[in-house]
């Protein structure tokens, strides 16, 4: 491989204050003495970037008092004002745009390339979509009247972290509802920037209220009495936690939980694309992606060839600064993330499974793990059926679409799969027997505003995006 010279994008086009408050009622605010200040760091390099308000039970009641103030004129806006504020919002957006991704960059460990062509010209998308539907409710196939649910609470992850503030905060301002937004505490600042945007914009206070904190804020967010609907991206085993304390209420509750995708090779399936497309789905934001194609299904006859092929195009990855343009995997998101890599991993090991890197050398300071293959995998090892949200694929073997169906629903999750195949009657065929949300075929990874994007079991319920994502703000 030979060398790239550097191509760092420049760090001067964000501008990241020292420290931050909360964001109620249309004003940044600092912490009750209920809350606290907490440090956000950059994962390449270990450096904090900022200080940040951490949110006490008081400033919850705050935030959700302010959201249900702003509930009742922002839902009597007729829908076409609505879409003003976030057809206004996109546009923002998109004028900030490589601002925006060099700060998801520095706060995430995400390569540029992927912030700023994947994450905001999504983000971008997302609020143009739904601004598309605030006048047309009625027309969404929810009833003639389809009313608002209230205030909304919504809890997010850190690998996307402006992405799924897209995801949760259109629809549910399109449908009418006003929001409080706790994002993830490794990864608080684009939210905060996003908090100025709805200042740019003129949204109107309350309607959109940020945050931040650690699980404890969540949780004081998702079980304050005052919230009408609940919407959680994250691990299942805290969804599953939200679901027990909001069983009982009237609160509406939508889920998007884990994922332990297959992506399956048939031996008929152009190669060369297919080794992209098994690149992408599980090398893509480092791993850290709830529908990563963590599971290698492929079947015995090309299983040397695919391998082969997987492992010269795993030599040309590059890993390292996250701003480089050139950098195919960044850091890890966080020191506790790196230690769950490095533990299953270990398991893999411990269990017979055998490991295999490109050689590749990390940075020394920072959160790094080489994107890593494991081979003679079966069924039964922990890391071909735990969520290990890294750079880490388990491949295994199958010898008829049977078996391969078996084994890509042998699994607790059902958030995504992948097929590829030259035969279309094949990808329906599995398509219909696959239990997963979204099946792709011939590619991996693939977003749309348009395409609603949801989990069977503990994967979680409900939709996001599409005109699917509405029904979960709408009665
Ligand atoms: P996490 O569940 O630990 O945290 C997610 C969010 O919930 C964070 O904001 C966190 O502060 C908050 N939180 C933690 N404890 C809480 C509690 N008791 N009550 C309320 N909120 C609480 O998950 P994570 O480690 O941040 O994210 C990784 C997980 O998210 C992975 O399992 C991944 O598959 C999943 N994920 C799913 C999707 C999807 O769309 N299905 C998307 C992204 C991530």
């Known amino acids: 491989m030979f060398e790239y010279a550097p191509a760092p994008e420049s760090r001067s086009v964000v501008d990241i204050a020292p420290s931050y408050g909360l964001f109620i009622d249309g004003s940044f605010v600092p912490a009750s003495p209920s809350g606290g200040v907490f440090k956000t760091v950059n ?12 949110a006490g039970v008081e400033d919850v009641d705050l935030a959700v008092a302010a959201a249900r103030r702003a509930f009742g004129p922002w839902s009597a806006l007729p829908g076409a004002e609505r879409a003003k504020y976030l057809f206004r919002i996109a546009r923002i957006i998109q004028e900030r745009s490589r601002e925006l991704a060099v700060l998801e960059s520095l706060d995430n460990g995400k390569p540029i390339k992927e912030s700023r062509d994947v994450d905001l010209p999504l983000v971008a998308a997302h609020f143009f979509y739904y601004a598309g539907w605030a006048d047309k409710l009625a027309y969404a196939g929810y009833g003639q009247n389809p009313r608002p649910l209230g205030v909304a609470a919504q809890v997010i992850p850190w690998n996307f972290p402006l992405l799924m503030l897209a995801w949760k905060i259109a629809p549910a301002l399109a449908a009418g509802n006003t929001v409080v937004l706790k994002p993830a505490e490794t990864t608080p600042l684009s939210a905060l920037f996003f908090a100025d945007i709805c200042r740019q914009a003129d949204l109107p206070p309350g309607v959109v209220n940020i945050i931040t904190g650690a699980g404890e804020t969540g949780r004081a967010l998702v079980e304050h009495p005052g919230v009408d609907k609940v919407a959680f991206t994250g691990s299942t085993e805290v969804g599953r936690q939200i679901a027990g304390s909001v ?22 399936a152009p190669i060369d694309q297919a080794v992209e497309g098994i690149v992408n789905g599980i090398f893509f934001n480092q791993g850290h992606v709830c529908c990563a194609g963590s599971r290698l299904l492929v079947q015995e006859s090309a299983y040397d060839e695919v391998l082969t092929a997987l492992k010269r195009r795993m030599a040309t990855l590059r890993v390292g600064d996250p701003l480089d343009k050139n950098t195919d995997i960044g850091a890890i998101n966080s020191a506790a993330q790196l230690s769950r890599i490095h533990e299953l991993s270990e398991i893999g090991d411990s269990e017979g499974a055998q490991r295999w890197s490109p050689q590749c050398e990390l940075p020394a300071q920072g959160y790094w793990f080489a994107p890593t293959i494991f081979t003679g995998v079966t069924q039964a090892h922990r890391i071909a059926r735990e969520e290990i949200f890294g750079p880490v694929l388990s491949v295994l073997t199958f010898r008829t679409p049977d078996e391969a169906i078996e084994k890509a629903n042998n699994t607790p999750y059902g958030l995504s799969a992948g097929v590829w195949t030259e035969k ?35 994967s979680g319920y409900g939709r996001e995006g599409g005109r699917h994502g509405l029904e979960a703000y709408l009665a």
């Open 43 to 54: 994962p390449a390099s270990e450096e904090v970037l900022a200080e940040v308000a951490s």
């Open 247 to 268: 069983a009982g209420t009237r609160k509406r509750l939508t889920l998007e939980l884990g994922g332990k995708a297959a992506n399956i090779v048939f031996d008929d």
């Open 424 to 458: 279309g009657s094949l990808i329906l065929a599995m398509a219909d027997r696959l239990r997963a949300g979204v099946v792709w075929a011939n590619t991996f990874n693939k977003f749309d505003p348009t395409s609603p994007f949801g989990g069977y079991k503990e």
